[in-house]
């Protein structure tokens, strides 16, 4: 696509239950981002490919939080015994080699 | 390592000046700008790298005092448009790690 696509764009789930937040970056972008961010706060970063290197893991808030990056593209975050204070919008983004960060629209996720 | 931003908000009449600063206790290697409305992912506004230039897009321009660890980012003759969250983000030197700031909220009035 044309754009950094993310799936789901809003997911409610119950405390404990485990969620995989999808990010689908621009084709041919090396790097790619995930950010957190709560309601009318700042972007927090949590993790950061970048083409085939250990990816930056060092913003994950806890263990319950992993992600992965299959093959240079598709990006899984998955969240495990969500907690409400995981309630934000999850945004992926991508960088090629033009050095601009597109974001997608974000996954936002509820825990009731 | 989160950059800080200042003002944290600000309120503009349409055709008034603002600034918006972005300062970070690591040397920068390169500072990007991104505006932010209600409800949308952040829109890039412009990449500004080591070496102290100054950028200018239509009204908005900014540059980069990489001695201070410090970026600025200028609205000029505002418009109801410009209003939204504005943020930097910042990398330091051999990373594409950009870590963003606080966030400065701005609202431009008719």
Known sequence: GAGVSQSPSNKVTEKGKDVELRCDPISGHTALYWYRQSLGQGLEFLIYFQGNSAPDKSGLPSDRFSAERTGGSVSTLTIQRTQQEDSAVYLCASMGGGNTIYFGEGSWLTVV | ?110
């Open chain 2, 1 to 110: 390592q989160q950059p800080v931003q200042s003002p944290q908000a600000v309120i503009l009449r349409e055709g008034e000046d603002a600034v918006i600063n972005c300062s970070s206790s690591k040397a920068l290697y390169s500072v990007h700008w991104y505006r932010q409305k209600h409800g949308e992912a952040p829109v890039f506004l412009m990449i500004l790298l080591k070496g102290g230039e100054q950028k200018g897009h239509e009204k908005i321009s900014a540059s980069f005092n990489e001695k201070k660890q410090q970026s600025s980012l200028y609205l000029t003759a505002s418009q109801l448009s410009y209003s939204g969250t504005y943020f930097c983000g910042t990398a330091t030197s051999g990373t594409y790690k950009y870590i963003f700031g606080t966030g400065t909220r701005l609202k431009v009035l008719a």
